[in-house]
């Protein structure tokens, strides 16, 4: 692929956006390439994604301007449609999906970082939405999840004034999972990868299928949902082991998802 670097390693896989010398903005091939890839990792085995930027000024500096200036509305409407394709595969995916956010998350590279499950970031990142200074919107999902993560008032406050949130600021309103130094970035986005990996995958995907359907529901109808979901952990193998090795005082087996 022209724009993607994708390797897996012990179950956990590194997806690199590289067109460092664009700031990795997406554009049109990038897009085709990402729908490509993440339907098949949906298929895959794989336990844990990271997803990050390549370079160390952006993790995406949003949407490529120069392709999109000159659309008349149907095509920015087709645009917008594959974008948030994209972000709905993301977010899909049955594995958790870690976003490493180095420098810039800007425009289509925040709803980016907002469609995975957790953001761990540079204390050099940098979020906006700074698209209705373009004069359009966000139209890859960004404000329907920036209100889902920090709230309708400081979304739209956001969203209105384009303003940037520097890391700090980020993990406190939410937005941030986590800030760690630039330098060690990969490495505790792959030493949490790791962390996930190691637990029982099918309890890992449950969790976060149960979570992701919650939202929206009310609390009776999200409980019975859990409760189907726990009681297809009982059909794997993996909780046997789990609770074996609890009761026996030992360190389960590797699970093997099954």
């Known amino acids: 692929m022209q724009y993607l670097e994708y390797t897996v390693e012990n179950a956990v896989g590194t997806l690199t956006i590289n067109r460092p010398q664009a700031l990795n903005a997406l554009n049109s091939e990038m897009v085709a390439e990402l729908t490509t890839l993440l ?7 794989l336990r844990c994604l990271i997803l990050t930027g390549a370079g160390e000024k952006a993790f995406v500096a949003g949407a490529d301007i120069g392709e999109m200036k000159d659309f008349n509305p149907s095509e920015a409407e087709a645009f917008s449609a594959e974008g948030n394709l ?5 977010e899909g995916l049955p594995m958790p999906v870690i976003a490493a956010v180095n420098g810039f998350a800007l425009g289509g590279g925040c709803e980016l970082a907002l469609s995975c499950d957790i953001r761990i970031c540079a204390d050099n990142a940098v979020f906006a939405l700074p698209e209705v200074g373009l004069g359009i919107l966000p139209g890859y999902g960004g404000v329907q999840r920036l ?17 940037k949130v520097k890391a700090e600021e980020a993990l406190a309103i939410g937005l941030a999972n986590q800030v760690v130094p630039a330098a060690s970035l990969m490495e505790k986005a792959l030493e949490m990868a790791q962390k996930i990996a190691a ?18 529901l009310p609390l009776n109808k999200a409980t019975r949902l859990e409760t189907k979901v726990f009681g297809q952990c009982f059909a794997t193998q993996d909780q046997k082991e789990g609770m074996a090795a609890f009761l026996e005082k030992r360190k389960p087996a590797p699970y093997t998802g099954k």
């Open 39 to 45: 339907k098949e990792i949906a298929g895959s085995n």
């Open 86 to 90: 994209v972000m709905e595969l993301l």
């Open 147 to 163: 209100v889902r993560t920090v709230g309708l008032a400081r979304a739209k406050e956001l969203a209105y004034t384009t303003r």
């Open 199 to 216: 637990n029982a995958p099918f309890g890992v995907r449950a969790v976060k299928q149960v979570a992701d359907a919650s939202v929206g």
